[in-house]
């Protein structure tokens, strides 16, 4: 399988690294699942002709794999944790994205966990709900695990839930898939938990997974006025890290207590925080990934994945970005944007009860048709957002007037320069010191070169 390199950070920071190598509820995961990403690195010609039919028809082609290059997950490497889980009891932070493996009907990491007699005493789950079929925002309540007896914690939306629980477990074990953008609200969960088992003297593992926008660091720097629950670290909106390696850079910089709470000094002297981070083996940032399954209700395809740095920013608008029909966060519209041919009506559906402009016929602009190579390598794009604000005629009603469009964008000068009329590449020359000056700060905690 290859070498294996351990080391350890003096914050209390421990890293595993290995190189080389539940239920019908889901629904979704099998539509998601067709949209394959395959992970390959060889020059054969079956894979050209492959991604030769990506770039031309801007459909995607499954790509042959072999064992030694398939991407193998934290959670798939159970000689690496199991270990240290015996005779301890163990809680766990995931929801229905904890697929050990890379088929979307593999096994749930819960359900590995008590096969092989580990005690799970609890799980935490984060936005969406343990089954991730919650709306975007919704509280979900706590509750208990049929399949397996285990009590789930609800921690989104529902402060200080996790307060009582540590005399219930040892570790806090991490396995979740993010999709590495900033106002993606799991890893400000995963912080709040890595915080209070630092306050308790618990352990963390995360078996790490790929960042499906890994690829590219992009955007402003979020600035301390804007910190919010779409929005708890300095990074910018793409930070090119996966969850192991955000984790590693959260205690490494000291921003666990500093920048989560506003009321403690940054340099304030506070407990360490005993954190391991199982690696994934053949992975690197440039990896074409497939997540077998949607990470939240809304994302439904790797499309909406890669266009969401850019899409998402349509939250802080009055326009509707497709929440409430098959294909939200790639499309955009208004009932009073401009005839273009396209139309689309935000219904009820799970995961999006009451979406915006409900039952209102909107006019819009359908993404569905771009390439995926040029959407995937757009990064954070304002193309979109400033091409609606002229469309609709630049009303002074485009932005939500209670600020959200800034605790998503995390500055003020995104929205005044589109006000004034500035271009995308002008706003994206604002933030470039920002991606340099973070980039040079994450190459430290980069476990994939």
Aim: hydrophobic content about 40%; glycine content about 10%.
């Amino acid at each position: 399988m290859g070498k294996k390199l351990a080391g350890a950070l003096t914050i209390g920071l421990i890293l595993i690294v290995m190189l080389g190598g539940c239920d019908s509820a889901w629904k979704q995961e099998e539509a998601f699942a067709q949209e394959k990403l395959e992970v390959h690195t060889t020059q054969s010609s079956e894979i050209e002709l492959a991604e030769q039919e990506i770039r031309e028809n801007g459909e995607l082609a499954a790509l042959p794999q072999t064992a030694e290059q398939r991407v193998i997950l934290g959670d798939e490497q159970t000689d690496r944790y199991l270990p240290v889980l015996e005779g301890k009891r163990v809680a766990l932070f995931s929801n229905h994205t904890g697929i050990v493996g890379e088929q979307a009907d593999g096994p749930h990491i819960l359900d590995v966990l008590i096969e092989n007699n580990v005690q799970v005493t609890a799980v935490f789950s984060p936005e969406h709900g343990f089954r991730g079929t919650a709306d975007a925002g919704e509280r979900v309540g706590s509750s208990t695990d049929p399949g397996t007896g285990v009590r789930i914690v609800s921690l989104y939306g529902a402060r200080s839930q996790e307060q009582g629980t540590e005399d219930l477990f040892d570790v806090l074990l991490v396995d979740i898939q993010d999709v590495g953008l900033r106002f993606y609200t799991y890893y400000i969960t995963m912080m709040r938990m890595m915080r209070f088992c630092a306050d308790h003297g618990k352990k963390v593992i995360i078996l790490d997974r790929p960042n499906p926008n890994g690829f590219k660091v992009d955007g402003p720097i979020l600035e301390r006025r804007y910190k919010s629950g779409v929005g708890a670290l300095p990074v910018p909106v793409m930070h090119g890290m996966t969850l192991g390696e955000l984790a590693q850079m959260t205690v490494g910089e000291n921003w666990l207590y500093g920048w989560e709470d506003d009321a403690l000094p940054q340099q304030s002297v506070h407990p360490p925080l005993d954190l391991t981070v199982i690696p994934c083996a053949h992975y690197t940032h440039d990896t074409l990934y497939e997540l077998p399954v949607a990470p939240s209700p809304n994302l439904k395809s790797m499309r909406a994945v890669w266009l969401y740095p850019s899409t998402c920013l349509f939250e802080g608008t009055t326009l509707s970005l497709g929440r409430g029909t098959d294909f939200p966060f790639e499309v955009y519209g208004h009932p009073a944007f401009p005839e273009t041919g396209f139309k689309f009506t935000p219904r009820p559906v799970p995961g999006a009860k009451n979406p915006p402009l409900l039952d209102r016929e909107c006019n819009g602009v359908d993404l569905r048709d771009l390439p995926l190579e040029s959407v995937r390598a757009g990064g954070m794009d304002l193309t979109y957002l400033i091409d609606a604000y002229h469309r609709m005629g630049e009303p002074a009603d485009f932005f939500r007037p209670d600020g959200f469009f800034e605790l998503l964008v995390g500055v003020s000068y995104v929205r005044e320069m589109i006000e004034h009329g500035s271009t995308a590449a002008d706003i994206r020359a604002c933030w470039a010191a920002d991606v340099k000056k973070f980039s040079s700060i994450r190459a430290k905690y980069l476990i994939y070169n």
